[in-house]
């Protein structure tokens, strides 16, 4: 099995920044992407980046895109999102995601779930 452990939200104000990370353990060896998703109250969750976890390739929805940068570190087995310019619209339980095919922005192509990291702007 496969377990993801998200870290790093908390409470910034509007143009502020912070770092997420997501940690991965377990049988991890078949994952081949990994993502950020994000979930606001009342509304549907969301894609918001993903990286190919060996050539990475990233992709990013159009509303974070220049402002939000995805990466991560094979020799941690770690996802990050760093997250800048951050505005109201961006509160929201970010969740990372694995997935044993290619980059994708639909959350169904992903096969492994984090339990969220609550991220609030708000000024």
């Known amino acids: 099995q496969v377990q993801l452990v998200e870290s790093g939200g908390g409470l910034v104000q509007p143009g502020g920044s912070l770092r997420l990370s997501c940690g991965a353990s377990?049988?991890?060896?078949?994952?081949?992407?990994m993502g950020w998703f994000r979930q606001a109250p009342g509304k549907e969750r969301e894609f918001v980046a993903a990286?190919?976890?060996?050539?990475?390739?990233?992709i990013y929805a159009d509303t974070v895109k220049g402002r939000f940068t995805i990466s991560r570190s094979n020799y941690k087995n770690t996802l990050y999102l760093q997250m800048n310019s951050l505005k109201p619209e961006d509160t929201a339980v970010y969740y990372c995601?694995?997935?044993?095919?290619?980059?994708?922005?639909?959350?169904?192509?992903?096969?492994?779930w984090g339990q969220g990291t609550q991220v609030t702007v708000s000024s």
């Open positions: 990286i190919s976890w060996t050539g990475g390739s990233t």
């Open positions: 995601a694995a997935t044993y095919s290619n980059v994708a922005p639909e959350a169904s192509h992903y096969d492994h």
């Open positions: 377990g049988s991890t060896f078949r994952i081949n992407a």
